[in-house]
């Protein structure tokens, strides 16, 4: 039994999570690997305030959107991985992967990044540097081409067209 069994899959709803699923199931495929696709909402303070006669709270709202993405994505894994589980958490995302990754018994965890130097970086921190420097576990980092979060189906249609070669 190898080590990479289990790879934990932290998606970010933006672009490149159809980039980073690509690689992953990459990676899956030559491992024999089962796949978790996490998906970490961290709605900001008072967000789940909200009029449940009036419909829901904007944090129900959020699951929703989270819930049909993570649908979304599990489906496109599906037909090549042996096993692809959806896993929906919320809170502060760093903690929140590294704590999945240990309950899940993932041996890898496979992530995108923006890649944000200088300013941008020191204002808005790194979730990937972060997982990198606290995991227990190899963490492989699929760097995001510039304009990819604006464009999720062209990022898709790219990473596909490359897998298939």
Same mark, same amino acid.
């Given at each position: 039994?190898?080590p990479?069994?289990t790879?934990?899959?932290?998606? /970010?709803?933006?672009?490149?999570? +159809? $980039?980073? #699923?690509?690689?992953?199931?990459? $990676?899956? +495929?030559?491992? @024999?690997?089962?796949?978790?696709?996490?998906? %970490?909402?961290?709605?900001?303070?008072?967000v789940?305030?909200?009029?449940? !006669? =009036?419909?829901?709270? *904007? =944090? /129900?709202?959020? =699951?929703?959107?989270?819930?049909?993405?993570l649908?979304?994505?599990?489906?496109?894994?599906?037909p090549? *991985?042996?096993?692809?589980?959806?896993?929906?958490?919320?809170g502060?995302? %760093?903690? &929140?992967?590294?704590?999945?990754? +240990?309950?899940?018994? !993932?041996?890898m965890? %496979?992530?995108?990044?923006?890649? =944000?130097t @200088?300013?941008?970086?020191?204002? #808005?921190?790194? *979730?990937?540097?972060? %997982?990198?420097?606290?995991? &227990? *576990?190899?963490?492989?980092?699929?760097? !995001?081409?510039?304009? &990819?979060?604006?464009?999720?189906s062209?990022?898709? &249609?790219?990473?596909?067209? +490359?897998?298939?070669?």
């Amino acid at each position: 039994m190898h080590p990479y069994q289990t790879l934990l899959v932290p998606l /970010d709803p933006c672009g490149c999570a +159809e $980039l980073v #699923l690509v690689r992953a199931i990459e $990676l899956a +495929e030559a491992l @024999g690997a089962r796949l978790v696709l996490l998906i %970490v909402v961290n709605p900001p303070a008072g967000v789940h305030l909200g009029d449940p !006669a =009036r419909g829901g709270t *904007v =944090r /129900d709202g959020l =699951r929703a959107e989270a819930e049909s993405r993570l649908a979304e994505l599990t489906a496109l894994a599906r037909p090549k *991985v042996r096993q692809v589980d959806g896993v929906l958490r919320f809170g502060e995302v %760093v903690p &929140t992967v590294l704590a999945e990754a +240990e309950a899940q018994g !993932a041996g890898m965890i %496979v992530m995108g990044t923006h890649g =944000r130097t @200088g300013l941008r970086r020191v204002l #808005l921190g790194s *979730v990937a540097e972060s %997982v990198i420097r606290q995991a &227990t *576990v190899p963490v492989v980092v699929v760097h !995001a081409p510039e304009g &990819t979060a604006d464009a999720p189906s062209r990022a898709w &249609t790219q990473a596909s067209a +490359e897998a298939d070669g």
